[in-house]
């Protein structure tokens, strides 16, 4: 599949509102009018309490088709592609963008083995994929999140939820994305592995160009990826900087400052 490089910047959100399909006669509103741009080779955390739509942007950003969650309004372009009704496109905004969910440690395929995990991305699109190739990038995806090689023939289960959320984080790394979108990606990992992950990200970003999505309600990320930080609650935008100590807030956003103090 060939890559495209036509958008000016990595994202752009206008006035982006997601709803959430529920079993009673209403859906709820989960996100509603966010507006930023995200340049390419930049970061961007986004912050907020529990139920803040913070995951459900996340996912349509990356273009995940999760059950009930719908644009309903606004707009936004992930590289140049619309994620409201994008058609044809949606196949290449998933190949675009790499997405680690939050419980994506938790739901690798259990009877594949870890080297058939991470490279599935590519087999999923090309079946005639280079096999021997392909060994090389899921063996050097497992070095560079230090797992060991080992680690390829194993299945999920036996792995450690450590483990298994580096597995997941290569996994979203695999197709080398122009975006990384990332819920909550450090789970799991002790120091020494987080620094590892978040060299990863980092190494992107300067080689390639890799923008970032990351969820995180941990100023020491946002610091680590010179992140800017969108601040959501209840949906709505309350506060939006470059790092945890220039935020712009909302009036109404004042009092959640302790959700991003150090």
């Known amino acids: 599949m060939t890559r495209r490089r036509d958008a000016d910047v990595a994202i752009r959100c206008t006035d982006l509102s997601i709803a959430r399909a529920t079993r009673g006669s209403h859906d709820i509103r989960v ?6 741009t995200l340049p390419h080779a930049a970061t961007l955390a ?60 938790k739901r690798l395929p259990a009877r594949l083995t870890v080297s058939e995990v991470i490279g599935e991305p590519i087999t999923s699109r090309d079946r005639r994929a280079n096999s021997r190739a392909l060994a090389v990038r899921v063996a050097t995806l497992l070095d560079e999140l230090m797992l060991p090689l080992g680690a390829a023939a194993k299945y999920p289960y036996e792995l450690s939820a450590g483990m298994r959320q ?29 620094r590892a992950a978040r060299d990863a990200i980092l190494r992107r970003r300067d080689a390639t160009g890799m ?52």
Request: glycine share 10%; net charge negative; proline share 4%.
């Open 31 to 36: 996100v509603d009018g966010v507006t930023f």
């Open 46 to 105: 986004i912050m907020g309490p529990t139920g803040a739509g913070k995951s459900s942007l996340a996912a349509v950003l990356a273009g995940s088709e999760e059950f009930g969650l719908a644009v309903v309004g606004g707009t936004a372009e992930v590289e140049g592609i619309a994620v409201r009704r994008p058609g044809r496109a949606h196949r290449l905004h998933t190949y675009l963008a790499g997405y680690l969910s939050q419980t994506a440690g």
């Open 166 to 194: 580096r597995v997941a984080f290569a996994r979203a790394l695999v197709l080398e994305p122009r975006l990384f979108v990332a819920d909550e990606p450090f789970a799991n990992m002790d120091i020494e592995v987080r």
């Open 211 to 262: 923008s970032a999505v990351v969820v995180t309600n941990e100023p020491d990320v946002v610091r680590d990826l010179s992140a800017e930080v969108l601040v959501l609650r209840a949906g709505h935008t309350i506060a939006y900087g470059h790092s945890t100590d220039d935020l712009l807030w909302t009036p109404s956003g004042e009092a959640d400052r302790r959700l991003v103090s150090s």
